[in-house]
């Protein structure tokens, strides 16, 4: 059974700083392409970061998310890290981690995603 825990949301200040960690069980890590959603109150669900699987060659970012947020993977670890800084306000939502068929350097669809995780709450003040 695959599991996908997320952790490291929180209440920060704007123009503070979080890591959110996605803990995967039950399939083999680095086999797969790993994403970040993110989605707030009255809003879709929108693709903010993905990177691809093994070395993490591919990467793309929301262009919301460029210059302020990193994705990274530890493999040996089977975990999944989104550095975000400079937080805005409009950065607060639910975040959510993904198990991905692919990563493309153009878009992050819902459709790429083969599992979901139960999300972390980021929320940045003002």
């Known amino acids: 059974q695959v599991q996908v825990v997320e952790s490291g949301g929180g209440l920060v200040q704007a123009g503070g700083s979080l890591r959110l960690s996605c803990t995967v069980s039950?399939?083999?890590?680095?086999?797969?392409?790993m994403g970040w959603f993110r989605q707030a109150p009255g809003k879709e669900r929108e693709g903010v970061s993905c990177?691809?699987?093994?070395?993490?060659?591919?990467?793309y970012y929301a262009t919301s998310a460029k210059g302020r947020f990193t994705i990274s993977r530890d493999n040996a670890k089977n975990t999944l890290f989104l550095h975000t800084d400079s937080l805005k306000p409009e950065d607060t939502a639910m975040y959510y981690c993904?198990?991905?068929?692919?990563?493309?350097?153009?878009?992050?669809?819902?459709?790429?995603?083969?599992?979901w995780g139960q999300g972390t709450q980021v929320t940045a003040s003002s």
């Open positions: 039950g399939l083999t890590f680095d086999g797969w392409s």
């Open positions: 993904a198990v991905l068929y692919y990563c493309s350097n153009n878009d992050l669809r819902r459709s790429a995603v083969r599992y």
């Open positions: 990177i691809s699987h093994s070395g993490g060659t591919i990467t």
